[in-house]
């Protein structure tokens, strides 16, 4: 059986994040934290800081910039697992220069055959204004291509703004 997909998006500093650690707290099941980000400089790492103190000391965390099958591949069905965050995820594939439509696929293939349930935190990039650069534009689009894509297989969808969620599809 396909595993449980939430996807939970939202600007930054929505909340979203925040709303995701509560909803894998609400499932009562062993929560594993999927880091994806690569901490670069000091602000990654104080934001990095301030989200081990947020969510408290109950979680396992994997970090893993890339590679999904190795994350998904270690989990049960009594796991719940957080990505913390997709758009990281897919910037570090984008910045190294990988096929952003096959990385996509296989992270859907890796999710459809995970037995945990899964949770994804994702930013909403397409709300604000077209960016300078071309990089900045195509990452913008990548992520609003991968956004559909995650959303195309979620089994709900929420979109957090203000720190109020609004549920978009199916049911938490």
């Not at 880091?35 to 990095?48: C, F, G, H, N, Y």
């Not at 109950?58 to 890339?66: G, S």
């Not at 913390?84 to 439509?101: G, K, Q, R, V, Y």
Request: contains cysteine; hydrophobic residues 50%.
């Amino acid at each position: 059986m396909a595993s449980r997909v939430t996807v939970i998006l939202g600007g930054a500093a929505s909340g979203k994040s925040a709303f995701a650690e509560q909803t894998c707290v609400s499932t009562g099941k062993n929560r594993i934290y999927w880091a994806t980000s690569q901490i670069l400089d000091p602000e990654m790492q104080d934001k990095v800081d301030r989200h081990l103190a947020q969510r408290g000391g109950d979680w396992t965390t994997i970090e893993d910039p890339l590679d999904v099958a190795a994350v998904a591949s270690q989990l049960s069905g009594g796991d719940v697992l957080l990505m913390e965050c997709a758009t990281m995820w897919l910037s570090n594939h984008l910045f190294a220069d990988h096929d952003l439509a096959a990385e996509t696929d296989a992270l859907l293939a890796a999710f459809a055959a995970c037995p945990a349930e899964i949770v994804v935190v994702t930013n909403e990039t397409g709300l604000g204004i077209v960016p300078e650069n071309a990089v900045a534009r195509r990452f913008r689009e990548a992520q609003g291509r991968f956004n559909i894509a995650l959303s195309a297989r979620a089994d709900c969808v929420v979109l957090v703004a203000a720190g109020l969620p609004l549920v978009l599809k199916g049911a938490l």
